[in-house]
């Protein structure tokens, strides 16, 4: 099992740029794959980055924050990281960080049916 506590989350301006955590523990993530999503009242969950923990390196970004985006991570911390800039109201969502307990390729890696493990999720609202 691997537990996924997400914070970081809150109220924010436009504009502004917001860093989300995603601490994982349970067992080593050597082989995962770790995914961020997000999701609005009465939507499905929109993929928004995917990176490899460690083996097999790749990093993807989804479309609708590309540009605006960074995933990154610190092995020491077993923490990964979604950083956000230039933020905008339709940024609003919960924000959620999966893993997959494998090196997904391909259109997988932006699935969410592939994630097995997800986190609480951290409110995200982008508004002045």
């Known amino acids: 099992q691997v537990q996924l506590v997400e914070s970081g989350g809150g109220l924010v301006q436009p504009g502004v740029s917001l860093r989300l955590s995603c601490a994982a523990s349970g067992r080593p993530l050597g082989a995962y794959t770790m995914g961020w999503f997000r999701q609005t009242p009465g939507k499905e969950r929109e993929f928004v980055a995917a990176?490899?923990?460690?083996?097999?390196?790749?990093?993807l970004y989804g479309e609708s924050m590309k540009g605006r985006v960074t995933i990154s991570r610190d092995n020491a911390k077993n923490t990964v990281y979604l950083e956000m800039n230039s933020l905008k109201p339709e940024d609003t969502a919960v924000y959620y960080c999966a893993a997959a307990a494998s090196l997904l390729h391909g259109s997988s890696r932006s699935s969410s049916s592939k994630y097995v493990y997800w986190g609480q999720g951290t409110q995200v609202t982008v508004s002045s």
């Open positions: 990176r490899s923990w460690n083996i097999g390196a790749f990093v």
